[in-house]
């Protein structure tokens, strides 16, 4: 390129700076880059990331404060399960026992965690003595039976023997002594059955345990549990004859 060739093309350049033109070509070569990815622009992209994150930190403290299924409000102490605890006294001539309480017994077995129902999955006994105020009361028939409703617990009763059923649909699962007595519809508590609360003890096996939602109901389990001062030659039960096949 000959002298005169580049002083002319240096004028023409000069005048397209001057004018601006260069300038926004020069823009569009440099940002080539920042320009793709379909034409939208970096802080569109940063905007979406911020989006997300926020999303994602929600969706991570839902887990965090729900456990992903309500497990903040699951178990004994949740309002659907403490609601439904009788805490009457009794006329044991004519009431014999505490009624199972069927209100919301569904919900009741959801905020407890408690698997379905199956005979064929898991399925073991426990049997329950119970001495309230002098007075020795059977554990009543349909605990955890709404035919109603058919609601059907995995922890329930079919007569007044005492004999607890665990039938779950979860292989190994175990339920516990509080468990039974919130499906009942009862309260049980360290000094409390129902509205009688002079002291309450309890025995596993003939061992005494203290914390009813800590006794884990095993195969062939023999529970008793006193409420008041004892009758005369209390002893607990260290086992119980259960029927054939029980």
């Known amino acids: 390129m000959s002298q005169r060739q580049k002083q002319a093309t240096n004028e023409k350049r000069a005048t397209r700076l001057g004018t601006g033109e260069g300038i ?4 569009g070569r440099s940002g080539s880059t920042a320009a793709s990815g ?3 622009p970096r ?3 940063i905007a979406a990331l911020v989006v997300v994150i926020a999303a994602a930190a929600g969706a991570i403290g839902y887990v965090m ?3 992903g299924s309500g497990t903040s409000t699951q178990g004994h102490d949740s309002a659907v399960v403490q609601d439904r605890l009788s805490t009457d006294r009794i006329d044991f001539t004519s009431d014999g026992t505490w009624p199972p309480n069927y209100t919301n017994l569904a919900g009741a077995m959801k905020a407890l965690g408690l698997p379905g129902a199956s005979d064929t999955v898991e399925h073991y006994h426990a049997h329950i003595t119970m001495i309230v105020d002098g007075h020795e009361i059977p554990v009543p028939t349909n605990v955890g039976i709404d035919q109603a409703s058919q609601t059907l617990s995995p922890i329930h009763t079919h007569d007044e023997r005492g004999v607890i059923h665990i039938e779950a649909d979860k292989k190994g699962f175990r339920g516990t002594l509080q468990q039974v007595f ?3 519809g009862l309260r049980l508590t360290g000094t409390c059955v129902g509205g009688y609360c002079d002291g ?3 025995w596993v096996n003939g061992k005494e ?5 800590q006794v884990i109901l095993q195969q062939h389990d023999a529970v008793t549990i006193l ?3 004892p009758p005369k030659d209390f002893k607990p039960d260290a086992t119980y004859k259960f029927a054939p096949g029980e």
């Open 24 to 27: 926004a070509r020069d823009k």
């Open 38 to 40: 379909g034409g939208i």
């Open 43 to 45: 802080w569109a992209w």
């Open 65 to 67: 404060t729900s456990g």
């Open 182 to 184: 919130d499906i009942w």
């Open 200 to 202: 309450v003890k309890m």
């Open 209 to 213: 345990v203290s914390d009813p939602s």
């Open 227 to 229: 409420e008041g001062a």
